[in-house]
């Protein structure tokens, strides 16, 4: 099941700039400058990033980014989240969203009465609105997963004007229910990392 919800902030990860009309700006200006994350989903130097050549997409690949329930787990094996900023650099007089979300993983839930949690929220420092996109996964199943999230227009959180804010994401994998049951949930279906893509939509200010 997905749901969205507009509060009052992403496999991670990876960003891509998708031109969209007239509104969007000169693509040569548009660049990311840096990335940053942190977490217990995502301690340093557990984080594989791939910048393309353009500087205008890139992929995060999670080596610690489980959640797992079961025999020797605690509860803070159950729930594991990972907050990555990006630092685009974008000329003055535009604005971005995130207009879609991909995920790709690998959730292996044997028994009922458990579920498994992919979550990621969006939203602009210095801002409080936010984006939130979640897909849950009932048990018993087990299987890759790989889920294209569209956002409304009309729920969107834009950056905002005249200013240069970094896009942040906080993003989590969680089980919940009966956790003495085995089970897990991981962020890419080979080799148990998540990748998450991320589409950007521009307008003028």
């Known amino acids: ?6 509060l009052t902030l992403a496999s ?5 700039v998708v031109p969209v009309d007239a509104n969007t700006p000169d693509q040569s200006q548009v660049y990311v400058q840096g990335i940053t994350y942190g977490g217990t989903g995502c301690p340093q130097n557990t984080v594989s990033i791939a910048m393309a050549s353009d500087q205008k997409t ?3 690949i999670f080596d610690q980014f489980v959640a797992s329930s079961g025999a020797g787990t605690t509860a803070l094996d159950a729930r594991k989240n990972c ?4 630092d685009l650099k974008y000329p003055p007089g535009f604005s971005y969203s995130i207009a ?4 790709r993983g690998y959730v292996n839930v044997p028994a009922a009465g458990i579920t498994a949690i992919q979550k990621a929220n969006y939203y602009f420092s210095g801002q409080t609105a936010q984006i939130a ?3 849950k996964f009932v048990g018993p199943q087990s299987k890759d997963y790989t889920t294209t999230d569209q956002i409304a227009m009309a729920a ?3 950056s905002p004007c005249g200013a240069i804010a970094r896009g942040n994401v906080n993003a989590q994998v969680r089980l919940e229910g009966d956790l003495t049951k085995s089970a897990q949930i991981t962020v890419d279906s080979i080799d148990g990392k998540v990748t998450q893509t991320y589409g950007l939509i521009w307008k003028k200010c």
């Open 1 to 6: 099941m997905q749901s969205f919800a507009l």
């Open 12 to 16: 991670l990860a990876s960003a891509a």
């Open 58 to 60: 890139f992929t995060l």
């Open 83 to 86: 907050q990555v900023n990006v």
């Open 100 to 103: 879609q979300i991909d995920y």
């Open 133 to 135: 996109s979640q897909t």
């Open 156 to 158: 969107l959180v834009w």
